[in-house]
């Protein structure tokens, strides 16, 4: 049973791939796709490029973020951090896995700078709860602008989420407390093989005997007294990134010709962020991102055709900074033994992300 198990959940992503795929073909098919094709092409290469540029910016503000997470506990500088972060958001949009699979790819990416594997998979962790308790922040805020728009369908849009945000805060309150409480070393197994089939390698949360440090006191050192103003930071990084990633959307919309106001920008971004983060099984949220902009954007007159388009143009970054990402990301695994310092260099396939 145990087995059938595991064997269904190395097949979630595929799954979520294939159903990804037929909802945004459906969603496609069953509108105007010269009207769709019309709204894409008004935003053209400009306005293309400006959403690029706007996620390059978001990309490195998680970066930054993510070495708050250990600044004081290693000597890695910044540059690699916002190197790794590029390659997380790579496979999570472009590779079929869930979307924690650039994460656990990322943890392990950062040992080749002699970061220990517990202290790299811990700096995930950390990082990965910073980033939700932020976007529960951002999607509420996007919740309490929704209220002040008339009409029924966005009173019960706003109910319905407010319900979601109250489970997801139960939730991340489970998973702070699984950081704090010792139950680190319950998935530190779990991480390994989830590793193994996105990188065919050791992984975070890997730990052997002769690790000096293990996930969950590495998690107690990240998560110290002492470092709650670098943590800190690293909140309002990822709470301005949200932010910040909202301005693809005045970009876009703006080429095509759709006056929006900042309310209406935030409302659809954190609520089409919010519904592609519940279906994170489907790599990238294909088909899901789109009916999020299709539903939000209806509340605000926007025409199906505009909302798949704009979910379009917001894909574009997936592609143009993802496909370099995954170049990078082969380009470390090939220069492995060249990155590590001599002492593990000499035998880097003995190195295990949760050991020095």
Same mark, same amino acid.
Do not use: Y
């Given at each position: 049973?145990?087995?059938?198990?595991?064997?269904?959940?190395?097949?979630?992503?595929?799954?979520?791939?294939?159903?990804?795929? *037929?909802?945004?073909?459906?969603?496609?098919?069953?509108?105007?796709?010269? %009207?769709?094709?019309?709204?894409?092409?008004?935003?053209?290469?400009?306005?293309?490029?400006?959403?690029?540029?706007?996620?390059?910016?978001?990309?490195?503000?998680?970066?930054? *973020? @993510?070495?708050?997470?250990?600044?004081?506990?290693?000597?890695?500088?910044?540059?690699?951090?916002?190197?790794?972060?590029?390659?997380?958001?790579?496979?999570?949009?472009?590779?079929?896995?869930?979307?924690?699979?650039?994460?656990?790819?990322?943890?392990?990416?950062?040992? +080749?700078?002699? =970061?220990?594997?517990?202290?790299? #998979?811990?700096?995930?962790?950390?990082?990965?709860?910073?980033?939700?308790? /932020?976007?529960?922040?951002?999607?509420?805020?996007?919740?309490?602008?929704?209220?002040?728009?008339?009409?029924? %369908?966005?009173?019960?849009?706003?109910?319905?989420?407010?319900?979601?945000?109250?489970?997801?805060?139960?939730?991340?309150?489970?998973? +702070?407390? +699984?950081?704090?409480?010792?139950?680190?070393?319950?998935?530190?197994?779990?991480? /390994?093989?989830?590793?193994? &089939?996105?990188?065919?390698? *050791?992984?975070?949360?890997?730990?052997?005997?002769?690790?000096?440090?293990?996930?969950?006191?590495?998690?107690?050192?990240?998560?110290?007294?002492?470092?709650?103003?670098? $943590?800190? &930071?690293?909140?309002?990084?990822?709470?301005?990134?949200?932010?910040?990633?909202?301005?693809?959307? @005045?970009?876009?919309?703006?080429?095509?010709?759709?006056?929006?106001? #900042?309310?209406?920008?935030?409302? $659809?971004?954190?609520?089409? &962020?919010?519904?592609?983060?519940?279906?994170?099984?489907?790599?990238?949220?294909?088909?899901? &991102?789109?009916?999020?902009?299709?539903?939000?954007?209806?509340?605000?007159?926007?025409?199906?055709?505009?909302?798949?388009?704009?979910?379009?143009?917001?894909?574009?970054?997936? =592609?143009?900074?993802?496909?370099?990402?995954?170049?990078?990301?082969?380009? $470390?695994?090939?220069?492995?033994? /060249?990155?590590?310092?001599?002492?593990?260099?000499?035998?880097?396939?003995?190195?295990?992300?949760?050991?020095?």
């Amino acid at each position: 049973m145990a087995r059938i198990g595991r064997a269904l959940l190395r097949r979630l992503p595929l799954v979520g791939t294939v159903l990804g795929l *037929a909802l945004g073909v459906w969603l496609i098919a069953t509108n105007d796709v010269a %009207a769709i094709g019309a709204a894409f092409g008004r935003i053209g290469l400009v306005g293309l490029a400006g959403v690029v540029l706007v996620r390059v910016g978001v990309i490195l503000l998680c970066g930054i *973020a @993510w070495a708050r997470v250990l600044d004081g506990l290693s000597s890695v500088e910044d540059a690699a951090f916002l190197i790794l972060r590029f390659v997380r958001e790579g496979i999570n949009v472009l590779l079929p896995v869930a979307s924690v699979g650039g994460e656990v790819v990322g943890g392990r990416l950062l040992t +080749f700078w002699g =970061v220990t594997g517990g202290l790299a #998979a811990a700096s995930i962790l950390a990082d990965m709860l910073l980033q939700v308790a /932020t976007e529960i922040a951002f999607t509420l805020t996007g919740v309490l602008l929704l209220q002040q728009v008339e009409g029924e %369908a966005a009173a019960s849009l706003a109910l319905f989420t407010l319900e979601a945000l109250g489970v997801a805060i139960v939730l991340l309150g489970a998973f +702070f407390a +699984f950081q704090r409480l010792g139950a680190a070393k319950l998935v530190e197994r779990g991480l /390994t093989t989830l590793g193994r &089939q996105v990188a065919g390698t *050791a992984t975070p949360g890997q730990v052997p005997e002769e690790s000096g440090l293990g996930v969950q006191p590495a998690l107690d050192a990240v998560w110290a007294r002492g470092r709650r103003g670098r $943590l800190a &930071q690293g909140f309002m990084l990822h709470l301005a990134a949200w932010g910040l990633g909202a301005a693809e959307i @005045w970009i876009a919309l703006t080429c095509i010709g759709v006056e929006i106001n #900042a309310t209406e920008v935030i409302v $659809l971004e954190s609520l089409s &962020q919010a519904i592609k983060s519940v279906a994170f099984p489907v790599p990238s949220g294909l088909g899901v &991102q789109e009916g999020g902009f299709v539903v939000v954007g209806a509340l605000f007159g926007i025409d199906a055709g505009t909302a798949i388009a704009l979910s379009l143009a917001k894909r574009v970054p997936d =592609v143009v900074l993802g496909l370099p990402s995954l170049v990078a990301w082969q380009m $470390l695994e090939a220069r492995r033994a /060249t990155i590590l310092p001599p002492s593990r260099a000499e035998n880097p396939d003995g190195v295990s992300p949760g050991g020095s």
